[in-house]
């Protein structure tokens, strides 16, 4: 579990980094100037720009939930050990195991924002 949250967390820093190279609205100006244009020439130019922005929004999206599903996570965590603490060790099992596959999805949400694969 450990492995997959600092997957999460090092697919997030990348996306924010990204983001930050090329905001989105800047990649929207810049799409909306060379459409404004006369030049036929430039579609393979707007294609790429329109594809640039469905990633980086794709991107944005994933990242959006990112700090509120970690501090759940978290919170949750924190849940366990006081299970395990309180000696419920059979149902913190149980949680540990969903609180694993959620992680694991979360990474992989975040690598599939980035067109990655999430291994």
């Known amino acids: 579990m ?3 949250l600092e997957h ?3 697919r997030a820093r990348l996306i924010v980094e990204a983001l930050a190279d090329h905001p989105p609205e800047a990649v929207e100006r ?3 100037e060379v459409r404004a244009g006369a030049d036929a020439g430039k ?3 707007v294609a790429a720009l329109a594809s640039q922005l469905a990633v ?3 991107m944005r999206a994933a990242l959006g939930g990112w700090e509120s599903e970690i501090e759940r996570l978290l919170v949750e965590l924190e849940t366990v050990r006081g299970r395990v603490l309180a000696d419920d060790e059979t149902t913190a099992a149980a949680e540990l195991d969903g609180l694993r596959d959620e992680v694991t999805a979360l990474a992989a949400r975040l690598a599939a924002a980035g067109g990655e ?3």
């Open 8 to 10: 999460a967390a090092e």
């Open 117 to 119: 694969s999430a291994t």
């Open 2 to 4: 450990l492995s997959a």
């Open 56 to 58: 980086q929004r794709r």
């Open 30 to 32: 810049r799409l909306a």
């Open 43 to 45: 579609a393979k130019l």
